[in-house]
């Protein structure tokens, strides 16, 4: 195994250590490009989808055909929408039709009529992104030869070449995207003076003008069509007014400039740029100059000669494109044309088109998603028709986050960012629709948005689904994650995130049937009817419940990491609990509903119940083995007999596979995709719908296949296809603020460089023992859990992870002693999926395992075995012979109470995975410096020396034994810690989460050793869930309630730097403090009550405190003014009026409506909350009439504020008058005197 050997004395040798497999070679890349020999047809709406290849800045977008005679440049500016900015939040709800609207969605009754009524936006559609025109080039250029049209990745370059006439003649068309935000068309030949074309613009915007300004052709137009007249509906119109300029730039040869066009002939070269804009400043403001703004950018671009302009823009791009490579390997094939390769991939041999496909997805995030721009749409930023499929929205319920997937993983975070921008603005515009129609705080948007920043729901009962806002804010997490910018989470993600879950605090509401559950209602699970309801909208939908307990926990994380809002937090601790729980169903499904009536037939394209398991966390095969079970035969149902069956479904599911470690099926579904449903320009996936989502959602697929960071740990090649064996990737980015480099070849891991940016923790889970290099040391990560090892890093400095030099103890010939059996045991957590067990039954007992070929030096020995409730005690023992057999380090305890569960694939020689549940915790063992003097075989006897006296028996279980080279001088063994001990283990009743309870300390052997402390499965570990471990400090992870629950018991281990540990139980005490009394709430009048009397009767609730001797001292009842809050009246601390209270005449006024609180103080003094504010409104006043000395005396109340006398002699009039006779007060009351008439005449009091 070892060889290269240089001696130099028993203490002293020179090691080099060498693989017995081939050094990998990186084979070549190939060419990062697509091409065609066939031109694009203009104007043809098919040659559009798949012929045209795109360019991109961010805000301005085009297609290029590569016409030969004629030449079409179809482009978009990303604010060409129709439309004007608009809330469309519905005014008509009221909280009594909200409440009616949930009482019939958990009897299961349709709400449609409701919501259209009062819930729905108004307009019912959104808004549509248009086409802004396209420059049409003319050339005299038929029957050319020798075509081929290039979209170049590395350089963002459409490329048109041909022979026409003996001349070669060359078109190159890309986007700038620094300041000058321009299209550049450039146009060469390779004989002088052959340059001839015509120059115009063209659009489908019916009002528009082209004419010639200066030196520039200039189409100036209006958004002037409606393709969804429904959107007009409520008065909306077309408010975006835009500019397209073109100048062209010739060398030699002869330029005119026409009314409408331009034409050109006998130059050498021309340049061509293209500038467009639009009145358009953001979602509420369109008073934007399009004329000084594309005159400017134009100007600016100008200013550039041609060289200028492309250094400039490949400097920019191509810091953010090359940032990543992927190198799978190439072949014959890479030599065909794009659109040959594609649909021939499913023959396995041309893995180089993978790797053309991710660097597509981006490429086309760049182009399509720059700082200032709008966010990715459906159709990115390409859109060729006024009427596109769904709108060409940002579609919430999968695809625009689809979009974003990719950007932080593939080092693209500046590509994030607008859409935080878009997020911020729905914060705004979402605010008012959770106002107005949840009566909630915070911000909500549903299952659509559009340039105007629509967030009610929009067009049918699938819109009414209000967890976009929460899907949402999980990019926001994202990038805090992979960024570690706690600034930026202070300002921008914090508040966003908060608002959001504030909304959700207000908007849950309990379960009817299951009172514990706090759900979401009215909701709805994506595009997906419940089978059973035969309704669309329901309660608690298991989307819901993962991305708003997703949120939560963010936010909960947050406002730690800030160090603030505590009450809020505790707060959110409690009702994320009351989530209702992911539940798995009489199949072995993941529940998509509450209630267990998944189809097993059903092969629906959106995978909502498994958010938690991708793109969220909640979900894996690690932590949550029997969900991840359970999401596995959700997806098996969904797979169906076609995998999927749209592109971007398959996109997804790919990702899911990832999750699972199921490389072999997510390589099936993308190859598949490739196949049968991308474009022949890579571009969509769901070509009619130019639907371009999916193409985002692969390039996360194919990353997570070789890097995943979620759970806080560093995942090498989780999902790497048997196809893929060979290749590299570099530059990948991973959440904790690490870069990553990585090399595999016959599907192992070779090497990994981590590049740590911040300095954290860095956790490494590897299917293969590893290494930890810093330059050419080796330094001694801790293997904290099976398959996952933790080292400390620092800021700027990169290290390498190597495979272990490890030989497996399944593969080494053995020998027990007698009368013991040595067996071999299949287990996936375990290297090489097997390991050794030696059936031990008394101390003495042994194995012996013999290593060839060993190089003599100096190493740091580990032995690696499963700890579990039946393991012993063992001595490691090495030398060359029976005879020579000398200890070393200490006596290892493989004892352990529990095992940990995983959910696992298994390859046993079948060409598919099979899942299996695994129970395994797998330890390595430091044993100590080990130096052999000569090269040779060596022996490495464990040997039973007994067991703990918690252990049901001594069996060992050996995974592998590891050779770590080691400086002369290196430590010896390093020994367990001993005991634990916590500052204190008290807390108070009722303090928030994150309340810090006290600190641990390690009792050790090794006075230099450095420990980490976490919680521990095993006995006395039923509160683990509760509290939290920082360091070596105990924080709480709820708040406690002394009468509920007063002491709690938590399990913890302290691990040294040598990956020793120990565990110990705690029992934390809460002690008790006085706490509030309950808040009361309103008994009568009942909340909305009509007609009260001006001295009426306030009735409270009970008196209840969650203190056992506390007694209720005293009330205060408030009173405001409903229309503007003012305060009317307030008892203060009132100790007559306990639970109920008479209002005294004066405060209170006819015909008003106020809301009323009242709050409780204890007899310690501490006071409740208000209750939740009720309304009444006081009946309205009534006039008296008394005849006098022949006239009429009509008398009403004086506090009937605002109200004015009226007559009419015709009740049927529509209008009364104004009584003008003058108004006195007459024994308390107002009173007016008028003449009687023998006309029959009314009276009203009316308040205008």
């Not at 006296?949 to 010896?972: F, M, W």
Request: charged share 15%.
């Amino acid at each position: 195994m070892l060889v290269n050997v240089v001696p130099r004395s028993c203490c002293a040798v020179v090691v080099a250590l060498v693989f017995l497999f081939n050094p990998y070679v990186l084979a070549e890349p190939g060419p990062l490009i697509l091409w065609s020999t066939n031109a694009g047809v203009p104007s043809n709406d098919i040659s559009w989808k798949h012929d045209a290849y795109p360019v991109g800045n961010g805000k301005l977008a085009a297609m290029v055909y590569g016409g030969i005679t004629t030449e079409e440049i179809q482009f978009n500016e990303d604010t060409i929408w129709i439309g004007q900015p608009h809330y469309y939040e519905n005014p008509n709800m009221t909280i009594q039709r909200l409440g009616a609207m949930r009482d019939k969605v958990f009897s299961g009754s349709n709400i449609w009529t409701e919501a259209q009524a009062y819930l729905m936006s108004q307009p019912l559609r959104q808004a549509s992104y248009q086409p802004a025109g396209s420059l049409i080039l003319t050339f005299p250029h038929s029957g050319a030869t020798n075509y081929k049209r290039i979209l170049d990745l590395d350089t963002a370059t459409v490329t048109v070449r041909y022979d026409h006439g003996g001349v070669t003649y060359t078109r190159d068309v890309f986007a700038s995207a620094p300041s000058n935000r321009v299209l550049v068309v450039r146009l060469t030949a390779n004989q002088p003076g052959k340059i001839a074309f015509t120059c115009s613009f063209a659009t489908l915007q019916p009002s528009n003008s082209v004419f010639k300004s200066g030196n520039d052709l200039v189409l100036r137009a209006k958004v002037s069509v409606k393709p969804r007249p429904e959107y007009f509906d409520t008065g909306l119109t077309n408010a975006i007014e835009y500019e397209a300029r073109v100048r062209v730039i010739a060398e030699g040869g002869t330029v005119n400039i026409g009314s409408n066009s331009i034409s050109v002939t006998n130059a050498n070269a021309v340049t061509l740029l293209l500038a467009v804009a639009s009145n358009f400043l953001r979602y509420d403001d369109i008073s934007a100059n399009p004329t000084l703004l594309c005159s400017n950018i134009l100007a600016a671009a100008a200013e550039l000669t041609y060289e200028q302009l492309r250094a400039a823009q490949q400097a920019d791009y191509q810091a953010l494109f090359r940032r990543v490579q992927l190198d799978l390997g190439s072949t014959w094939k890479t030599n065909l044309p794009t659109g040959q390769r594609i649909r021939r991939v499913t023959e396995g041999d041309d893995p180089q088109i993978l790797t053309v496909y991710f660097q597509m997805g981006r490429y086309l995030m760049i182009a399509g998603s720059r700082p200032g721009s709008q966010p990715l749409n459906l159709q990115g930023k390409w859109n060729n028709t006024t009427n596109p499929s769904w709108e060409s929205k940002m579609t919430l319920n999968i695809n625009e986050e689809m979009n974003y997937w990719g950007a932080e993983v593939c080092n693209l975070s500046e590509c994030h960012e607008p859409l935080f921008d878009m997020i911020a603005d729905l914060a705004v515009t979402g605010a008012r629709v959770a106002r107005t129609n949840y009566f909630s705080r915070g911000w909500v948007v549903h299952h659509n948005t559009d340039l105007w920043r629509g967030a009610a729901p929009i067009n049918g009962a699938d819109g009414i689904w209000p967890s976009g806002g929460a899907w949402l804010c999980q990019h926001l997490w994202w990038h805090y994650q992979y960024s570690g910018d706690t600034n930026w989470l202070a300002t921008h993600a914090y508040p966003l995130m908060k608002s959001a879950a504030e909304f959700f605090v207000d908007y849950l509401v309990l379960h009817r049937s299951n009172t514990t559950w706090l759900v979401t209602t009215p909701s709805y699970s994506p595009e997906h009817d419940h089978p059973v309801f035969k309704v669309p909208n329901v309660a608690g939908p298991t989307i819901d419940n993962q991305l708003v307990r997703d949120l939560f926990n963010n936010v909960i994380r947050a406002s730690q990491i800030l160090g603030v809002d505590t009450e809020f937090r505790s707060n959110l601790v409690v009702i994320r609990d009351r989530l209702p729980p992911n539940q798995i169903g009489r199949l072995g499904q993941l529940q998509e509903w509450l209630e267990d009536v998944d189809s097993p037939t059903d092969t629906h394209r959106h995978l909502s119940h498994l958010v938690a398991l991708f793109p969220g966390d909640e979900i894996t095969p690690f932590y949550t083995p029997q969900l991840a079970a359970a999401a596995k035969v959700s997806l098996d149902i969904r797979a169906g007999d076609n995998l999927g069956s749209t592109g971007w479904d398959k996109s997804w599911k790919m990702c899911c596979r990832d999750r699972l470690m199921d490389g072999d099926r997510a390589y099936l579904l993308l190859t598949n995709l490739l196949k049968n449903y991308v474009s022949t320009n890579l571009m969509f996936t769901d070509v009619n719908n130019r639907q371009i989502d999916g193409i985002f959602g692969a390039l996360m697929g194919v990353a997570e296949m070789l890097l995943q960071s979620h759970s806080d740990e560093l995942f090498l090649l989780p999902a790497l296809p048997g196809a893929l064996s060979t290749g590299s990737v570099t530059g990948l980015c991973a959440r904790g603020g690490f870069v990553v480099d990585i090399q595999w070849q016959g599907n192992k891991l070779v090497t990994a460089n981590v590049l740590s940016k911040l300095g954290n923790k860095c956790r490494i889970r590897s299917k293969w023992p590893i290494e930890v290099k810093l330059g050419t040391n080796y330094l001694a990560p801790q293997m904290v859990l099976p398959g996952l090892w933790e080292f400390a890093t620092e800021a700027g400095r990169t290290y390498t992870i190597v495979p272990a030099n490890a030989v497996e103890a399944e593969n080494l010939p053995a020998t027990t002693c007698p009368g013991d059996a040595r067996q071999i045991i299949t287990n996936a957590v375990f290297s090489n999926l097997r390991a050794v067990v030696l059936n031990a039954n008394a101390p003495g007992d042994f194995i012996t395992f013999t290593v060839s070929n060993i190089v003599a030096g100096t190493y740091r020995i580990t032995v690696a075995a499963d700890a579990g409730p039946d393991r012993g005690m063992f001595q490691l023992a090495c030398g060359t012979t029976e005879s020579t057999l000398t200890n070393l380090g200490p006596v290892q305890d493989t004892y352990c109470p529990t095992n940990v569960v995983y959910f696992l694939p298994i390859k046993l020689g079948a060409p598919t995975n099979q899942y299996l549940f695994w129970t395994n915790m797998l330890r390595e063992f430091d044993c100590g410096i080990w130096q052999p003097c000569a090269n040779g075989n060596y022996m490495f006897r464990l040997s039973v020396v007994g067991s703990n006296i918690n252990s049901s028996g001594c069996n060992l279980v050996v995974d592998y034994i590891k050779l770590t080279p080691a400086p002369a001088g290196a430590p010896p063994a390093n020994s367990a810690p001993t005991d634990i001990e916590l500052s204190n283990s008290t807390v108070p009743e009722n303090a928030p989460a994150g309340t810090p309870v006290g600190m641990f300390s390690t009792t050790d052997p090794d006075p230099a050793d450095i420990f980490s402390y976490s919680l521990a499965s095993g006995a006395g570990d039923t509160d683990n869930n509760l509290f939290v471990v920082t360091n070596a400090a105990l924080l709480t992870g709820a708040s406690f309630d002394f009468e509920t629950k007063s002491t709690y018991s938590i399990r913890v281990r302290s691990t040294d730097q040598g990956g020793l540990w120990t565990e110990k139980m705690f029992t934390i005490t809460v002690t008790d403090v006085n706490e509030p009394p309950a808040q009361p709430y309103n008994v009568a009048p009942p909340d909305g009550a009509p007609g009260q009397l001006l001295t009426l009767t306030l009735v409270g609730s009970a008196f209840t405190d969650p203190d056992t001797n506390a007694a209720h001292a005293a009330s205060q009842w408030v009173l405001r003014r409903a229309t503007d809050e003012m305060l009317v009246f307030d008892s203060g601390e009132d100790t007559v009026n306990m639970t109920c209270i008479t209002v005294p005449p004066g405060p209170l006024a006819h015909a008003t409506t106020y809301k009323w609180q009242v709050r409780y103080k204890d007899n310690a003094g501490a006071w409740s909350d208000f209750s939740v504010p009720t309304t009444f409104t006081t009946l309205a006043p009534s006039v008296s009439a008394l005849v006098q000395q022949g006239a009429l005396v009509l008398t009403w109340p004086t506090n009937a504020i605002g109200f004015v006398l009226e007559s009419t002699t015709n009740l049927a009039a529509p209008e009364w008058a104004a009584v003008s006779a003058p108004v006195s007060i007459v024994n308390g009351s107002f009173a007016v005197t008028l003449p009687m008439t023998n006309q029959q005449t009314f009276y009203r009091l009316q308040r205008p």
